[in-house]
């Protein structure tokens, strides 16, 4: 099946920092989703970006599928932004293959 | 606009009991429908998916089993709790193969 890694495990940063989140897929695929989850466990959808870059404020996500990657940008972080960030791809029809995580801490 | 709702967001059952577990999808038809597992710390995993009323295809061999009795309703089932059925788990929807899955708010279960 679809490997998915997820790179860094861990980041700490300082409000107002600017942090990528990269994600690294095993074959092609064609649906990709960037979630933040937050300390209550909500997952919350960022983008859907099978290819090419979106933005959505402070965030903006790029996916080159040719070299199976995405990348999340999160710029002047705000300690709100803490939580854990998944990349997740399709494999198949209908089955959602999610990476580990980037746990992201922003201290005041 | 599509809702969806889980309940309960939190439920604590011995080992042996029963479980059932609802998601139900408000604003959209004929949804696909999915039950996901999050174990502490890490990624979430298919259990099921469903296209249909009635039509449910499992992903993983494991102690549950899904239900789908209504077009907008999913349900993940047990007869006899695990210790290791404990974790997070998602209900999810999606409109086509190729479109985004959303989310419900999760159900924390913890087996004692």
């Known amino acids: 099946g679809i490997q998915v890694e997820q790179s860094p495990p861990d980041l700490i940063l300082q409000e107002g920092a600017n942090s990528t989140l990269r994600c690294n897929f095993s074959d092609s695929v064609n649906n990709l989703q960037w979630f933040h989850q937050n300390p209550w466990g909500q997952l919350i959808n960022l983008f859907y970006?099978?290819?090419g870059t979106k933005q959505n404020g402070r965030l903006s996500a790029t996916t080159v599928a040719t070299e199976r990657y995405s990348l999340l940008y999160i710029s002047s972080s705000q300690t709100t932004d803490s939580g854990v960030y998944f990349c997740a791809v399709k494999e198949g029809a209908q089955k959602l293959v999610f990476g580990q995580g980037t746990r992201l801490t922003i201290n005041p | 606009s599509q809702t969806i709702h889980q309940w309960p967001a939190t439920l604590v059952q011995p080992v042996g009991s029963p479980l059932s577990l609802e998601c139900t999808v408000e604003g959209t038809s004929n949804p696909n429908l999915y039950w996901y597992r999050q174990a502490a710390g890490r990624g979430l995993q298919l259990l099921f998916y469903s296209v249909g009323i009635g039509q449910i295809s499992s992903e993983v061999p494991q102690n549950l089993s899904a239900s789908r009795p209504q077009d907008r309703q999913f349900i993940l089932s047990s007869k006899k709790l695990l210790l290791s059925d404990s974790g997070f788990y998602l209900c999810?929807?999606?409109?086509?193969?190729?479109?985004?899955?959303?989310f419900g708010d999760g159900t924390r279960l913890s087996i004692l």
């Open positions: 999810a929807w999606g409109s086509r193969s190729n479109q985004p899955q959303h």
């Open positions: 970006i099978p290819s």
